[in-house]
């Protein structure tokens, strides 16, 4: 079974209503899916079988579409494009995709415990999940996100925005696919710094896509040129961000490769994939 196999055979248990109808439309309209990939790049370089993660690696992708989706909505973004579809709200109405929204983080929860693992071990997950994606992690970046970059923003603040918004469900794959392996806390630790890295080095990507690309081609709004935001590229101009980009993912490559007992190849393939996409 592939990836978007498995996601579809996710949501079989959910009853079918209008909000699954929603919840469906965004969680099967592609997507890159990088998250899981890293978490099974992560296990197959521990030499697991990559199987063992896949209702973390669901649940990671379910939090990833809702986070998506709300973002999207008036209130937030107000965007029309995702994934090359009309934005949930705008195929539905807001109502549904706010429901959309919650149902996919809940049932993320719900999900990731049906892992057939020790019970210590898929608590720790869910505590990650959790962490990450919550007040602590991704909820904080939006907060910052809307407050902090309004005015006289400097790299800084910027990157400590993006720490939280997007390092933090890059951090989680890594850190769920060490935990499954049976990694000790200091190296899930190392885990979580390289993922706030490519989570960083990712953000600023998105940055120079964002001006480079026309939302046609990217499937998505540029939502942040059109508000004027402040982005590392308006801060330090197309050419640096571009050189900084790079510097941050040679970085995590390096930093990978430092790991005892763990076999890279996989891992890094994946990483210059992402390095080199123009999407
Ligand atoms: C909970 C409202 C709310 C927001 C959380 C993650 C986030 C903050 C907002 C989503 C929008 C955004 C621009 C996030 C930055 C990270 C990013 C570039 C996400 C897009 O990830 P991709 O490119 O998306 O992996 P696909 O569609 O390929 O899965």
Excluded at 42 to 70: N, Q, R
Aim: aromatic share 8%; hydrophobic share 40%; charged share 25%.
């Amino acid at each position: 079974m592939n990836f978007e196999e498995k996601l579809s055979k996710a949501l079989e248990p959910v009853l079918n209503s209008r909000v699954k109808e929603s919840m469906a439309y965004s969680l099967l309209a592609g997507g890159k899916r990088l998250r899981p990939m890293f978490l099974y790049e992560v296990l197959k370089g521990y030499g697991c079988d990559p199987e063992i993660g896949d209702y973390f690696a669901c649940a990671i992708e379910m939090i990833h579409t809702y986070s998506l989706i709300h973002d999207d909505l008036p209130a937030m973004d107000n965007d029309d494009l995702r994934r090359g579809k009309p934005t949930n709200h705008k195929q539905f109405d807001e109502a549904t995709a706010i429901l959309a929204g919650d149902g996919l983080l809940t049932y993320a929860f719900e999900y990731a415990s049906k892992t057939d693992m020790d019970a210590e071990t898929v608590l720790k997950g869910i505590r990650f999940l959790a962490n990450k994606a919550g007040s602590n992690g991704m909820i904080y970046g939006q907060d910052l996100d809307t407050l902090e970059l309004v005015s006289d923003p400097d790299l800084e603040a910027i990157n400590r925005v993006h720490n939280y918004k997007t390092g933090c469900l890059f951090s989680l794959p890594l850190m769920i696919g060490a935990l499954l392996a049976k990694q000790p806390a200091e190296v899930i630790q190392k885990w979580e710094s390289i993922g706030e890295k490519i989570g960083l080095a990712f953000q600023v990507q998105d940055d120079i896509l964002d001006v480079e690309k026309t939302a046609y081609e990217l499937g998505k709004t540029n939502s942040d040129v059109r508000n004027q935001k402040n982005t590392s590229v308006s801060l330090l101009g197309i050419e640096n961000a571009k050189s900084y980009m790079n510097q941050l993912y040679e970085e995590s490559i390096q930093a990978i490769q430092e790991f005892e007992g763990f076999d890279a190849t996989g891992l890094i393939n994946s990483l210059k994939g992402v390095e080199e996409r123009n999407l």
